[in-house]
C-alpha cells in the first residue's frame, strides 16, 4: 500500500556536520551576472548572448544533421537524389517537351543550378519553421537563446546544400563550364541566402508556437514561392511589364545571380542589391518579433 | 560577511486560462474570436479577470552563497513557476531577480537526449544543453561513464538502452554540472530505490561543497535532511520561511505531507541535551515497518530511539496527536512500570507506543514528541511536528464506522461495546 520510506535518511551524509573546506571559495561579483526581470515589450534579440553560446548552436546543429541521416536506408544519398530527381522530372517535362528556353545552357545544368539552391532554401524554411515547436521539450526544461533553435534548424540544411552541390561541380565539369572571376561570390549568395531563410524563419517559426495552422501554410506558400523564382525558367521569360513586380520577389537577385555566376552569364546588379535590403529589413523585422514572442514561448508550446 | 547570491524581489507570475494551458491556438480561432468579441462587446463586457491566475504573486527572499534550500508546498503552489523563472525558462509578469552567480537547472534528466543518437553523442548534446563547455565534457567524459556504468554501449544509440541505463547516463552527466547555484526540481521522483539514493547522496556533496542549490521536492526526509532552510508556498505566496524543522513541521500540521521517519544521524546535532538525544522517531504498522498510512483498524505504533548519556535519570518518553486542525487529541507518556520510575544506565533505548486500531479518526495525525525527566518535571527535548500519518477509512463491520457512508465527525472514532436489553414492561 506504501512504500516504506524508512532508510532514506541513512544514505544521506548529515548536511551540518560538514564545513566547505576543500573547494575554493567562489567569490560574488559585484554586479548580478543575470537580471531577471519582465521583458521590454520592443528589444532585438541579444546576439552576444548568442555568441555566447556558439557550442550550444554546433551542437544542435550537428544533432540535426545526425539524426536526419541515422535512421534512414539511403543516407546521405536522399541528398542528391532529391533535387536529382525532380531535376530529372523538369528536364522532361519543361526542358524536352514544352521547351523552356535555358539561355543557351543545357536544361539539365539550367535547373539543377536553379534547384539547387531552391532545395536548400526551402528546405530550410521547412525546418525553421516548425524547429521551435518540434524543440518543445527543450524550450521548457532548460534556457538557452531560443534563436539557435531556428539558427541550427536553418544551418543544418547547409550541409545538405554542401554535398548536393557535388553534383553541380560533376554536371560542371561534364558540360565544360568554363569558371569565371564572379563565383567568388558564390559563398556570398550562399550566405545571402541562408539570411533570407533564417529571417523568414524567425517570423513564421514563432507565429507558429502560437498557431499550429502556419506549419500546415508553409508547405504550400513555398510551393508557389518557387513558380514565382527564376528556379525552372529563366528571369527573361517574364514578361516585362510584369518585370517590376517580379523584382519584388528576392529570390529573383539571388537564384539568378546564383545561376549568373555558376554558368559565366552578367549578373542583375539591381536585382542582388533589392535582395540585399529586402533581408536586411527582414533581419531587423525577425530579430524584435522573436524576442517580442520569444519571453511567452516556454508558457505557450 | 554573508552577501546574497540570489536575491528575488516581488515576483508575479499571471497565466491565463484557457488560453497558455489548453487548446492551441490556430488562426481560424482567433479570427473567429475577433468576429466574435466584437458582437460580444455590447452584451458582455469583458471577461478578463476572470480566467487569469496568479501563479505567483509577490515572491521575495534572498539566498546567501552556499545556503542550501527546500522549497515545499503542495502541488499548484508555484513551486514550478518559480524555478522556471528562475531557470529563465519563462519571464516573470512583474517583479525583478538578481542571480549573482552561473545558474545550473535540473529540471528533469536527460534534457535534449536524443534517441538516435549514441551515448557518447547525447553526453555532449546534453552536457551543452546545460550549459557546460566541450572542453569541460571531454575532461569528464570518462568519469560520467564510469559514473553511469555503461562503457561497453557508449557507442549504442540509447535507443536501445534500458531504461535503467537512460536514466542512469542521464543523471550521470546532470552530475557532473558545476554550476554556482544548482536548482533541482523533482528529478528524484524517476527512477528505482537505489537510484534515488544515488541522486540524494550526490545531491548532498553538492550542497557540502558549498555550492547553492535550491531543491524543489515531496520528499520531505530528504527535504529536511538536505536543506537547514525551508520555503514553504502556498497559493502563490510565501506562507514560511525559516528552518527546515519548523517549516516542514508546519507544513505537516497543515496536511502538506506525511512523514513517516525522522532520523538524526549525527548525534551533536539530535535534539536534546547532555542527557538524552533523540535518534529517531517513526510511524510503524503492526509488522513494525515504517508506515506513513494506517488502516483505522490496526495499531499504530510510534518509535522512539534515543541515547541516554548520563546515567542515573529517571526518563519519559512522551507524545501528542494532534488532528489536523490543531487541536490535541491526546497527550500519553510510558507508564510502563518496569522503567518509569528506574534510573538509566547509559546507552541505546528504543521505545515502542501502541495506540490501538479503531479509536483514532480518519484523517491526518501530527506527532509531537518529548523525552522528560520525572520528580523534578525537566524537558529534555520537545519536537513539535515531527511526523505525521494518515488514518485510511474503512469500511465494514469490524470498524466503528460499520457500514454508515457519511462524514464521520470527531478527533477519536472508538469502537466501543454496545450493549442493549429489550424491556418492554419497564
Given at each position: 500500500?506504501s512504500?516504506?520510506?524508512?532508510?532514506?535518511?541513512?544514505?544521506?551524509?548529515n548536511?551540518?556536520?560538514?564545513?566547505?573546506?576543500?573547494?575554493?571559495?567562489?567569490?560574488?561579483?559585484?554586479?548580478?551576472?543575470?537580471?531577471?526581470?519582465p521583458?521590454?515589450?520592443w528589444?532585438?534579440?541579444?546576439?552576444?548572448?548568442?555568441?555566447?553560446?556558439?557550442?550550444?548552436?554546433?551542437?544542435?546543429?550537428?544533432?540535426?544533421?545526425?539524426?536526419?541521416?541515422?535512421?534512414?536506408?539511403?543516407?546521405?544519398?536522399?541528398?542528391?537524389?532529391?533535387?536529382?530527381?525532380?531535376?530529372?522530372?523538369?528536364?522532361?517535362?519543361?526542358?524536352?517537351?514544352?521547351?523552356?528556353?535555358?539561355?543557351?545552357t543545357?536544361?539539365?545544368?539550367?535547373?539543377?543550378?536553379?534547384?539547387?539552391?531552391?532545395?536548400?532554401?526551402?528546405?530550410?524554411?521547412?525546418?525553421?519553421?516548425?524547429?521551435?515547436?518540434?524543440?518543445?521539450?527543450?524550450?521548457?526544461?532548460?534556457?538557452f537563446?531560443?534563436?539557435?533553435?531556428?539558427?541550427?534548424?536553418?544551418?543544418?540544411?547547409?550541409?545538405?546544400?554542401?554535398?548536393?552541390?557535388?553534383?553541380?561541380?560533376?554536371?560542371?565539369?561534364?558540360?565544360?563550364?568554363?569558371?569565371?572571376?564572379?563565383?567568388?561570390?558564390?559563398p556570398?549568395?550562399?550566405?545571402?541566402?541562408?539570411?533570407?531563410?533564417?529571417?523568414?524563419?524567425?517570423?513564421?517559426?514563432?507565429?507558429?508556437?502560437?498557431?499550429?495552422?502556419?506549419?500546415v501554410?508553409?508547405?504550400v506558400?513555398?510551393?508557389?514561392?518557387?513558380?514565382?523564382?527564376?528556379?525552372?525558367?529563366?528571369?527573361?521569360?517574364?514578361?516585362?511589364?510584369?518585370?517590376?513586380?517580379?523584382?519584388?520577389?528576392?529570390?529573383?537577385?539571388?537564384?539568378?545571380?546564383?545561376?549568373?555566376?555558376?554558368?559565366?552569364?552578367?549578373?542583375?546588379?539591381?536585382?542582388?542589391?533589392?535582395?540585399?535590403?529586402?533581408?536586411?529589413?527582414?533581419?531587423?523585422?525577425a530579430?524584435f518579433?522573436?524576442?517580442r514572442?520569444?519571453a511567452?514561448?516556454?508558457?505557450?508550446? | 560577511?554573508?552577501?546574497?547570491?540570489?536575491?528575488?524581489?516581488?515576483?508575479?507570475?499571471?497565466?491565463?486560462?484557457?488560453?497558455?494551458?489548453?487548446?492551441?491556438?490556430?488562426?481560424?480561432?482567433?479570427l473567429?474570436?475577433?468576429?466574435?468579441?466584437?458582437?460580444?462587446?455590447?452584451?458582455?463586457?469583458?471577461?478578463?479577470k476572470d480566467?487569469?491566475i496568479?501563479?505567483?504573486?509577490?515572491?521575495?527572499?534572498?539566498?546567501?552563497?552556499g545556503?542550501?534550500?527546500?522549497?515545499?508546498?503542495?502541488?499548484?503552489?508555484?513551486?514550478?513557476?518559480?524555478?522556471?523563472?528562475?531557470?529563465?525558462?519563462?519571464?516573470?509578469t512583474?517583479?525583478?531577480?538578481?542571480l549573482?552567480g552561473?545558474v545550473?537547472?535540473?529540471?528533469?534528466?536527460?534534457?535534449?537526449?536524443?534517441?538516435?543518437?549514441?551515448?557518447r553523442?547525447?553526453?555532449?548534446?546534453?552536457?551543452?544543453?546545460?550549459?557546460?563547455?566541450?572542453k569541460?565534457?571531454?575532461?569528464?567524459?570518462?568519469?560520467?561513464?564510469?559514473?553511469?556504468?555503461?562503457?561497453?554501449?557508449?557507442?549504442?544509440?540509447?535507443?536501445?538502452?534500458?531504461?535503467?541505463?537512460?536514466?542512469?547516463?542521464?543523471?550521470?552527466?546532470?552530475?557532473?554540472?558545476?554550476?554556482?547555484?544548482?536548482?533541482?526540481?523533482?528529478?528524484?521522483?524517476?527512477?528505482?530505490?537505489?537510484?534515488?539514493?544515488?541522486?540524494?547522496?550526490?545531491?548532498?556533496?553538492?550542497?557540502?561543497?558549498?555550492?547553492?542549490?535550491?531543491?524543489?521536492?515531496?520528499n520531505?526526509?530528504?527535504?529536511?535532511?538536505?536543506?537547514?532552510?525551508v520555503?514553504?508556498?502556498?497559493?502563490?505566496?510565501?506562507?514560511r520561511?525559516?528552518?527546515?524543522?519548523?517549516?516542514?513541521?508546519?507544513?505537516?500540521?497543515?496536511?502538506?505531507?506525511?512523514?513517516?521517519?525522522?532520523?538524526?544521524?549525527?548525534?551533536?546535532?539530535?535534539?536534546?541535551?547532555?542527557?538524552?538525544?533523540?535518534?529517531?522517531?517513526?510511524v510503524?504498522?503492526?509488522?513494525?515497518?515504517?508506515?506513513?498510512?494506517?488502516?483505522?483498524?490496526?495499531?499504530?505504533g510510534?518509535?522512539?530511539?534515543?541515547?541516554?548519556?548520563?546515567?542515573?535519570?529517571?526518563?519519559?518518553?512522551?507524545?501528542?496527536?494532534?488532528?489536523?486542525?490543531?487541536?490535541?487529541?491526546?497527550?500519553?507518556?510510558?507508564?510502563?512500570?518496569?522503567?518509569?520510575?528506574?534510573?538509566?544506565?547509559?546507552?541505546?533505548?528504543?521505545?515502542?507506543?501502541?495506540?490501538?486500531?479503531?479509536?483514532?479518526?480518519?484523517?491526518?495525525?501530527?506527532?509531537?514528541?518529548?523525552?522528560?525527566?520525572?520528580?523534578?518535571?525537566?524537558?529534555?527535548l520537545?519536537?513539535?511536528?515531527v511526523?505525521?500519518?494518515?488514518?485510511?477509512?474503512?469500511?465494514?463491520?469490524?470498524?466503528?464506522?460499520?457500514?454508515?457512508?457519511?462524514?464521520f465527525?470527531?478527533?477519536?472514532?472508538?469502537l466501543?461495546?454496545?450493549?442493549?436489553?429489550?424491556a418492554?414492561?419497564?
Amino acid at each position: 500500500m506504501s512504500t516504506p520510506v524508512s532508510d532514506d535518511a541513512s544514505l544521506i551524509p548529515n548536511s551540518t556536520k560538514t564545513t566547505p573546506t576543500d573547494l575554493p571559495r567562489y567569490e560574488l561579483p559585484d554586479e548580478p551576472l543575470v537580471t531577471i526581470q519582465p521583458g521590454k515589450s520592443w528589444s532585438a534579440v541579444d546576439l552576444r548572448e548568442v555568441w555566447r553560446y556558439r557550442e550550444l548552436l554546433y551542437f544542435l546543429t550537428l544533432r540535426d544533421i545526425q539524426v536526419r541521416y541515422k535512421q534512414t536506408l539511403l543516407g546521405v544519398s536522399w541528398v542528391l537524389l532529391q533535387p536529382l530527381l525532380t531535376t530529372f522530372v523538369f528536364t522532361i517535362f519543361l526542358g524536352v517537351l514544352i521547351r523552356v528556353p535555358s539561355e543557351g545552357t543545357p536544361y539539365v545544368l539550367f535547373v539543377y543550378v536553379g534547384l539547387l539552391p531552391w532545395t536548400f532554401f526551402s528546405a530550410a524554411i521547412l525546418s525553421g519553421s516548425n524547429s521551435l515547436v518540434s524543440n518543445s521539450q527543450l524550450i521548457n526544461k532548460v534556457y538557452f537563446p531560443r534563436l539557435l533553435i531556428p539558427v541550427s534548424a536553418v544551418a543544418a540544411r547547409l550541409f545538405d546544400f554542401a554535398v548536393a552541390f557535388s553534383v553541380l561541380i560533376f554536371l560542371m565539369v561534364y558540360y565544360r563550364v568554363a569558371l569565371t572571376w564572379p563565383i567568388l561570390l558564390l559563398p556570398v549568395l550562399v550566405a545571402l541566402m541562408t539570411l533570407l531563410a533564417l529571417g523568414v524563419s524567425m517570423v513564421t517559426s514563432a507565429l507558429n508556437v502560437k498557431y499550429r495552422d502556419v506549419g500546415v501554410l508553409i508547405p504550400v506558400l513555398l510551393q508557389l514561392w518557387m513558380y514565382a523564382s527564376p528556379v525552372v525558367y529563366p528571369t527573361s521569360l517574364v514578361p516585362a511589364r510584369w518585370q517590376s513586380i517580379y523584382r519584388l520577389n528576392p529570390l529573383v537577385g539571388l537564384i539568378g545571380s546564383f545561376r549568373a555566376v555558376v554558368l559565366g552569364a552578367p549578373i542583375d546588379w539591381s536585382a542582388l542589391a533589392w535582395s540585399v535590403g529586402v533581408i536586411a529589413v527582414l533581419l531587423v523585422y525577425a530579430a524584435f518579433v522573436f524576442r517580442r514572442m520569444e519571453a511567452r514561448f516556454a508558457d505557450v508550446v | 560577511m554573508n552577501r546574497s547570491i540570489i536575491k528575488v524581489e516581488h515576483i508575479s507570475k499571471q497565466y491565463t486560462l484557457g488560453v497558455t494551458h489548453t487548446a492551441h491556438h490556430t488562426l481560424r480561432d482567433e479570427l473567429a474570436g475577433a468576429v466574435k468579441s466584437v458582437f460580444n462587446k455590447q452584451t458582455n463586457g469583458t471577461n478578463g479577470k476572470d480566467n487569469t491566475i496568479w501563479a505567483l504573486n509577490d515572491v521575495s527572499f534572498e539566498v546567501s552563497r552556499g545556503e542550501v534550500i527546500g522549497i515545499v508546498g503542495r502541488n499548484g503552489a508555484g513551486k514550478s513557476t518559480l524555478l522556471k523563472i528562475l531557470s529563465r525558462i519563462t519571464e516573470p509578469t512583474s517583479g525583478r531577480i538578481e542571480l549573482y552567480g552561473r545558474v545550473g537547472s535540473l529540471l528533469e534528466v536527460g534534457t535534449g537526449f536524443h534517441p538516435e543518437l549514441t551515448g557518447r553523442e547525447n553526453i555532449f548534446l546534453n552536457g551543452v544543453i546545460m550549459g557546460m563547455k566541450r572542453k569541460e565534457l571531454a575532461r569528464k567524459f570518462d568519469e560520467i561513464v564510469a559514473f553511469a556504468d555503461i562503457d561497453r554501449f557508449i557507442d549504442t544509440p540509447v535507443k536501445r538502452y534500458s531504461s535503467g541505463m537512460y536514466v542512469r547516463l542521464a543523471f550521470a552527466v546532470a552530475a557532473h554540472l558545476e554550476p554556482e547555484i544548482l536548482i533541482v526540481d523533482e528529478v528524484l521522483a524517476v527512477g528505482d530505490e537505489i537510484f534515488q539514493k544515488k541522486c540524494l547522496g550526490k545531491m548532498a556533496t553538492i550542497a557540502h561543497e558549498g555550492r547553492t542549490v535550491l531543491f524543489v521536492s515531496h520528499n520531505m526526509p530528504a527535504v529536511i535532511n538536505l536543506c537547514p532552510r525551508v520555503i514553504l508556498l502556498e497559493q502563490g505566496v510565501v506562507a514560511r520561511d525559516g528552518k527546515a524543522s519548523d517549516v516542514v513541521g508546519y507544513y505537516l500540521q497543515t496536511g502538506g505531507a506525511k512523514l513517516a521517519r525522522r532520523e538524526w544521524p549525527d548525534i551533536s546535532t539530535a535534539p536534546g541535551d547532555d542527557v538524552v538525544r533523540l535518534r529517531s522517531i517513526s510511524v510503524i504498522d503492526e509488522d513494525e515497518q515504517v508506515c506513513p498510512s494506517i488502516d483505522i483498524r490496526k495499531k499504530i505504533g510510534i518509535r522512539f530511539e534515543y541515547d541516554v548519556l548520563e546515567s542515573g535519570q529517571r526518563l519519559v518518553p512522551t507524545f501528542n496527536i494532534a488532528s489536523e486542525s490543531g487541536a490535541v487529541v491526546f497527550w500519553a507518556g510510558d507508564r510502563n512500570p518496569d522503567w518509569e520510575n528506574t534510573p538509566r544506565s547509559k546507552g541505546r533505548y528504543i521505545t515502542t507506543a501502541w495506540i490501538p486500531g479503531n479509536f483514532l479518526n480518519a484523517g491526518t495525525m501530527v506527532v509531537s514528541a518529548t523525552i522528560s525527566k520525572v520528580r523534578p518535571t525537566y524537558e529534555h527535548l520537545y519536537e513539535q511536528g515531527v511526523l505525521s500519518f494518515e488514518v485510511i477509512d474503512r469500511m465494514g463491520s469490524d470498524t466503528a464506522r460499520g457500514n454508515f457512508p457519511g462524514h464521520f465527525a470527531g478527533a477519536v472514532r472508538p469502537l466501543l461495546p454496545w450493549e442493549t436489553q429489550f424491556a418492554p414492561n419497564r
